[in-house]
């Protein structure tokens, strides 16, 4: 290519008013300063395509078979990353405008888990005949790998339980895909499009009433939970049936019969308590998931966004490369005119 020096005299020659002859002038230097190419063997070859590759051994910046880029191509590639950067950059502020609200009510619902867990225990080891694995994924993409997170741990789960009737209940889209056709055997329910209208109790009372109506001894609810924007901990809630907690308080194993209760009997209330304890955990995991989403989706597309700033950035200079190499040909084929003319 032109130095810029040389490019700017071409164009104040071509713009003065003895452009013609300064021009020519110009290129009879130019001409000059290449004269050494002419003895290479690719100008004494009759073959155009060996003369071709000849001039390739001497000059890499050209290879052989290589051809222009189209500016149009490269402008609308241009315009499709621009308005994928803004795409990405809305999805990001959504996100983070709705990651401070759901934090909020997710770390108030952790107030009514915690009791239950110290009233009524957590062994998840505690073998039973049948078992429910409920795993909870987002029902939208572009959040990370949080859902793939709770396929796999479902899956080690499942596999292990053996010996044991397994059965489950898949709540998200995300997993339904990921599982719906590996576990089609063990598949009883399949619950979506929770995440369209605003989360509370009642909503999860009436997914905890499905996952019981099967009759499992023993419910583990796979689910993300919220530490912080970046950082997500893969959690086992482990629930079990009134005869499971039953049998705990009779072995000693938890605290149900230290502390002194009026009312029912003790089977029909802790029957009340475990129905309670899966509502209460179910709308924990559902909003610890949602909110978990949200952050890696917040996180994605931040990366999102600067991967694509990158990318336009390498566009563009492409384009002005491209564009300003175009010009300094016509300029030639101009200045190679007028010498032509001039005789």
């Known amino acids: 290519g ?3 020096a040389t490019h700017h005299n071409l164009s104040r020659a071509l713009m003065s008013g003895n452009g013609l002859r300064r021009s020519v002038a110009l290129f009879k230097q130019l001409r000059s300063n290449v004269t050494g190419l002419r003895g290479l063997p690719a100008f004494q ?10 001039s390739n051994l001497q000059h890499e910046s050209a290879p052989f078979g ?33 990651l401070k609200g759901a934090q909020t009510k997710m770390e108030k619902s952790r107030g009514i888990v915690e009791p239950m867990f110290r009233l009524l225990g957590d062994q998840p080891g505690v073998d039973v005949e049948k078992i429910m694995i409920v795993p909870l994924s987002s029902d939208k993409g572009l959040c ?37 056709k590996i576990y ?10 929770i995440s369209k209208v605003p989360l509370t109790f009642a909503t999860a009372s009436l997914v905890a009433d499905a996952v019981l109506a099967n009759g499992a001894q023993k419910h583990q609810i796979i689910y993300n939970r919220f530490q912080s924007v970046i950082s997500f901990k893969p959690t086992v809630a ?11 308080a009779e072995n000693g194993h938890n605290k149900f019969d230290e502390y002194e209760i009026e009312g029912p009997e003790r089977s029909e209330f802790l029957l009340d ?42 566009l563009t200079l492409l384009y002005n490369r491209t564009r300003q190499a175009s ?10 005119g007028a010498s032509a003319l001039e005789g």
Do not use: P
């Open 2 to 4: 032109l130095s810029s």
């Open 45 to 54: 070859s009759s073959n155009i395509g060996e003369a071709a590759r000849c």
């Open 66 to 98: 290589s051809r222009f880029v189209s500016l149009q191509i490269v402008k609308h590639r241009m315009k499709s990353v621009g308005n994928t950067q803004k795409i990405t950059a809305a999805m990001k502020m959504v996100a983070a405008s709705r």
């Open 144 to 180: 990370g790998g949080i859902n793939t997170t709770v396929v796999k741990y479902s899956k080690v789960i499942s596999g292990t339980a053996e010996g044991s009737e397994t059965s489950m209940t898949i709540i998200g889209e995300k997993a339904r895909a990921q599982m719906s």
């Open 184 to 193: 089609a055997d063990a598949l009883k329910n399949v619950i979506v499009d």
């Open 238 to 248: 482990t629930v079990y049936s009134s005869e499971e907690y039953e049998k705990a």
């Open 273 to 314: 308590l475990a129905e309670f304890k899966m509502g209460a955990v179910m709308y924990n995991a559902l909003l610890e998931n949602s909110t978990s989403e949200l952050g890696s989706r917040m996180q994605s597309m931040e990366n999102s966004t600067k991967n694509a700033k990158d990318m336009l950035g390498k």
């Open 327 to 336: 010009i300094t040909t016509a300029l030639i084929e101009i200045i190679s």
